[in-house]
């Protein structure tokens, strides 16, 4: 987790029926996910999976948005990422400054 504002991140990774991405999006634009505060942003990718949705917020916030979308009709498959914080990406940034 994100340690200076407490906040997870997780990719989403869903399989939709095969033709039925258009009827998944409209699903998600009617519901408002879109605009939705934990749904960071949505992208239509080919490959393994169709779309890919990067949530943020609380743990509880984004096992609760990874829920209701699995409840669709069109969802045939997902995957989730959950992010964590490896590395103080600043604390690294300065000991590089120390070190020049």
Do not use: W
Not at 27 to 43: A, N, T, Y
Request: aromatic share 8%; hydrophobic share 35%.
């Amino acid at each position: 987790m994100n340690r200076k504002d407490d906040r997870a991140r997780a990719y989403m990774l869903l399989e939709i029926q095969p033709g039925k991405e258009k009827e998944f999006g409209d699903e998600i634009l009617s519901k408002g996910f879109l605009v939705d505060s934990k749904v960071e942003r949505m992208d239509f990718v080919h490959g393994p999976y169709d779309f890919v949705l990067v949530l943020k917020g609380s743990m509880e916030d984004i096992d609760s948005k990874l829920m209701e979308m699995r409840k669709s009709p069109y969802v045939r498959r997902t995957e989730t990422l959950i992010c964590f914080e490896m590395f103080d990406l600043q604390e690294i940034s300065d000991r590089l400054k120390q070190q020049t």
